[in-house]
């Protein structure tokens, strides 16, 4: 796994749970049906992980293999 997808996994791990969490707490404030509530915040998990890790980590490692990353696009590396 590139460094680009692990850094993209991490982001839309903690995307995802609290977009999640949000939608469940809203969708119980509503309804206090539990398959609702779970679907409600699945989707919502689902959708915020597929773009921030698939989209983005893929679209990141690409162009870091085509050497498309400048100084100026992301935060250097720490040493």
């Known amino acids: 796994m590139s460094d680009q997808l692990k850094s993209a996994l ?4 903690i995307l ?3 977009t999640a969490v949000g939608t469940a707490l809203t969708t119980w404030s ?3 049906d539990g398959k609702t509530i779970a679907v ?3 989707t919502a998990f689902v959708a ?3 773009a921030r890790f698939g989209g983005e ?3 990141d490692t690409k162009r870091d293999q ?3 990353v400048h ?3 992301v935060a250097p590396r720490p040493t």
Do not use: H, K, M, P
């Open 10 to 13: 991490i982001r839309a791990l």
């Open 16 to 18: 995802s749970t609290v």
């Open 30 to 32: 509503q309804t206090n």
């Open 40 to 42: 409600a915040a699945g």
């Open 48 to 50: 915020a992980f597929v």
């Open 57 to 59: 980590g893929a679209y």
């Open 66 to 68: 085509q050497g498309e």
């Open 71 to 73: 100084d100026g696009d």
